[in-house]
């Protein structure tokens, strides 16, 4: 059975800095790619930012390029999202998601979620 496990969520001064963990067990992380998405209140799930199995194939939604960064650790079988200077627009129910066996970051990646996690949640204040 696959298990997602998001942590990190928190409350944060805009300009600050946040990092997000997911540690995934049942399936074999160094094959799977990974995303982050996020919720908002009032909004619909939104694709943050992916990483693909081999961690050269990269995503990021145009209004966090350059202040988020995601990474991964296939021998912790983890996957971080580090947010520097968030903004209070950031603010949102984090959520990581299993995207299958040499999944793609290209196209329309955000509709092939496997599995989610039960999500983190980042409030950042200005």
């Known amino acids: 059975q696959v298990q997602v496990a998001e942590s990190g969520g928190d409350l944060v001064q805009a300009g600050g800095s946040l990092r997000l963990s997911c540690t995934v067990s049942?399936?074999?992380?160094?094959?799977?790619?990974m995303g982050w998405f996020r919720q908002a209140p009032g909004k619909g799930r939104e694709g943050v930012s992916c990483i693909n199995w081999s961690g050269d194939n990269l995503y990021y939604v145009d209004s966090v390029k350059g202040r988020f960064t995601i990474s991964r650790d296939n021998a912790k079988n983890t996957l971080y999202l580090q947010m520097n200077s968030p903004k209070p627009e950031d603010t949102a129910m984090y959520y990581c998601?299993?995207?299958?066996?040499?999944?793609?970051?290209?196209?329309?990646?955000?509709?092939?979620?496997?599995?989610w996690g039960q999500g983190t949640q980042v409030t950042v204040s200005s």
């Open positions: 998601a299993n995207l299958g066996i040499y999944g793609s970051c290209s196209g329309s990646w955000w509709s092939k979620v496997n599995s």
């Open positions: 049942g399936l074999t992380f160094r094959l799977d790619t």
